[in-house]
T-cell receptor, first 116, second 108 residues
Framework: DVKVTQSSRYLVKRTGEKVFLECVQD?????MFWYRQDPGLGLRLIYF???????EKGDIPEGYSVSREKKERFSLILESASTNQTSMYLC???????????????FGAGSRLTVL | GEDVEQSLFLSVREGDSSVINCTYT??????LYWYKQEPGAGLQLLTY?????DMKQDQRLTVLLNKKDKHLSLRIADTQTGDSAIYFC????????FGTGTRLLVSP
């Protein structure tokens, strides 16, 4: 019954490595989002996408990029990981745009990344 | 910009009521949400309230909205150990903004 799947639950990487975080949803949702979650800071939006091959910057896009080649898959890329990117990364999808009404996000279980 | 604040921790005993509070700044908010995050899991929507409502009740959950003071609360009646989790409020005005999260610990 899993609807949003993040393939890596735990990753440990070294500073400077390239990191891919994959997210797949099976609900045919148009919209997908990447958040990072840090204690005391809540969830902060990194990037989002309203359509295939479309991406928009969120509140904290620096140091990240994304890829949406297929509707069901939204990847987060850290070109050169740094220690301040150690965090929990949450992927979400929704059928509606954020700006419309009672938007409900469905979240994945999260990917905890540690950068040494 | 928009800001959503919550206290970081709340500890209650099993069977008591829990009240988790949230304040927000965006007066154009249309919907306000409560999400629950259990250990090792993503967020799940618990309930939401439209901004023209004062209260919404759903079984053990009661949401109160004071739009004048921009204050939202979630009351959980008869709190159980399974309610231990992090609770996030979120509001959607110009954009969706999440609060900092409140960790609820329920002791037997």
């Amino acid at each position: 019954d899993v609807k949003v799947t993040q393939s890596s639950r735990y990753l440990v990487k070294r500073t400077g490595e390239k990191v891919f975080l994959e997210c797949v949803q099976d609900m045919d949702h148009e919209n997908m989002f990447w958040y990072r979650q840090d204690p005391g800071l809540g969830l902060r939006l990194i990037y989002f996408s309203y359509d295939v091959k479309m991406k928009e910057k969120g509140d904290i896009p620096e140091g990240y990029s994304v890829s949406r080649e297929k509707k069901e898959r939204f990847s987060l890329i850290l070109e050169s990981a740094s220690t301040n990117q150690t965090s929990m990364y949450l992927c979400a999808s929704s059928p509606d745009r954020i700006s419309s009404g009672a938007n409900v996000l469905t979240f994945g279980a999260g990917s905890r990344l540690t950068v040494l | 910009g928009e800001d959503v604040e919550q206290s970081l921790f709340l500890s209650v005993r099993e069977g008591d009521s829990s009240v988790i509070n949230c304040t927000y700044t965006d007066s154009s908010s249309t919907y306000l949400y409560w999400y629950k995050q259990e250990p090792g899991a993503g967020l799940q929507l618990l309930t939401y309230i439209f901004s023209n409502m004062d209260m919404k009740q759903d079984q053990r959950l009661t949401v109160l909205l004071n739009k004048k003071d921009k204050h939202l609360s979630l009351r959980i009646a008869d709190t159980q150990t399974g309610d231990s989790a992090i609770y996030f409020c979120a509001e959607i005005g110009q954009k969706l903004v999440f609060g900092t999260g409140t960790r609820l610990l329920v002791s037997p």
